[in-house]
């Protein structure tokens, strides 16, 4: 049996992580109801961290307010300085990204692990990130894995992805495959779609033929154009049975969406497609692609990504 003092650590841990992730989910919104606006500014005056961190991003949008970014930025630094969580990783990100303000990673670092260290999945990955590229700090494998760590146990899809890797590759942990397996699929559940693309890699090699296409048109849906020439090589692969007309599909939707690699696929495989079968398979890439406007990558990682 677990020891009484053990258990209530337990608990007030597990309080703790859920108290984090419901003030954050407060924090970034909004009211678009005028009273509960007004009640906001009240609180907001008077000193509240929590309501000064939903009217900063009021000024951020521009509800109900003209916008702007400066008293954006006051808001949360205000909150944040009070020892509010969210308003930390805001005003660490703000710092990291250089949104209205020039990069400072040092100022990041310093807010982003105020807000890790309490428990905010999102300052934890951003932390890691950090610890990733060196940004603010020495480049560090072991504590940017440890940071995905406690992230990626809170359910952070991204930070899950990021560990997996971590741990395909033995980069700054002991490589685990199995483990590694078990964090894609758990991330590629939560629509990560760098996780999908592993996922559908993985299960390509086996081959678990109706895992890997249905990883790779989840991967795809977002966007991720090797997604689409991949799966466009697994429809020619005779361990998944050949259907040319379906790898000439996925050919041209990846060529749609800069795939230099699909172009040249599609390009070789018309070759051997009667001309029936060629507008049958561009008549699918149309349909497919106007239900799948494609690219939605997160912001962030958009941001990350130009690093």
Partial sequence: MIPHKMLLLLVLMVLSSACASGQAAKADVCPADAKEFAAIQQK????????????AFCY???????????????????????????????????YLYGRGVPIDYARALLWERKAAERGDPRAQRDLAFMYERGFGVPADPAQ???????????????AQAQLARALDEGVGVQKNPAEAHKL??????????????????????????????HWYKEAAAHGQTEAMYEL??????????VHRVH??????IGARFGSVESKAEATELARTLTLGQKNGAQIAAEQWIKDHPGADKD?????????
């Fill in 184 to 213: 894609y699929a758990k991330a590629a559940r939560q629509e990560q779609p760098a996780a999908q693309l592993e996922l559908a890699r993985k299960l390509a090699q086996k081959p678990d033929c109706a895992g890997a296409i």
């Fill in 60 to 94: 951020d949008r521009g509800m109900h307010v003209q916008p702007d970014g400066k008293e954006s930025i006051r808001l949360l630094t205000e909150a944040a300085e009070q020892g509010y969580t969210p308003a930390q990783y805001e005003v660490g990100r703000i």
């Fill in 247 to 252: 790898a000439f599909t996925w050919f041209n």
């Fill in 44 to 55: 907001a005056e008077a000193k509240d961290p929590a309501a000064q961190t939903s009217l």
């Fill in 299 to 307: 912001e962030d990682e958009k941001e990350k990504e130009e690093r």
């Fill in 144 to 158: 940017a894995a440890a940071w995905n760590r406690k992230a990626a146990a809170q359910g952070h899809p991204e």
């Fill in 232 to 241: 466009g090589k697994l429809y020619l692969n005779n361990k998944c049975g």
